[in-house]
Nanobody
Framework: QVQLVESGGGLVQPGGSLRLSCVVSGRTLAFYSMGWYRQAPGKQRELVARITPGDNTNYTDSVKGRFTISRDNAKNTVYLQMNSLKPEDTAQYYC?????????WGQGTQVAVSS
């Protein structure tokens, strides 16, 4: 049974930063491409950042240059550093595999960007 536990969200002013963490249990993280997803109210969940087992990364256009995904396989943890946050980044953030076949979703962590 895979468990995903996200943390690090909060309320931040525009231009601020947050670092999200996702601890994966029940699988060896090193074998998987992982992603950070977000879902804003009334919108579909979208993949915003992806990292491969070889640490290749890619990002959706709206977060390029502002977000950085990374991983620590020894800690079975994936991170998302978010800088220059904008109100449109407000959403529930989740991690999961970056693949067609996903694990069960965790609770996510809420990010709110507002002045």
């Amino acid at each position: 049974q895979v468990q995903l536990v996200e943390s690090g969200g909060g309320l931040v002013q525009p231009g601020g930063s947050l670092r999200l963490s996702c601890v994966v249990s029940g699988r060896t993280l090193a074998f998987y491409s992982m992603g950070w997803y977000r879902q804003a109210p009334g919108k579909q969940r979208e993949l915003v950042a992806r990292i491969t087992p070889g640490d290749n990364t890619n990002y959706t256009d709206s977060v390029k240059g502002r977000f950085t995904i990374s991983r620590d396989n020894a800690k079975n943890t994936v991170y998302l550093q978010m800088n220059s946050l904008k109100p449109e980044d407000t959403a529930q953030y989740y991690c999961n595999r970056a693949a067609d076949s996903l694990w069960s979703w965790g609770q996510g962590t809420q990010v709110a960007v507002s002045s």
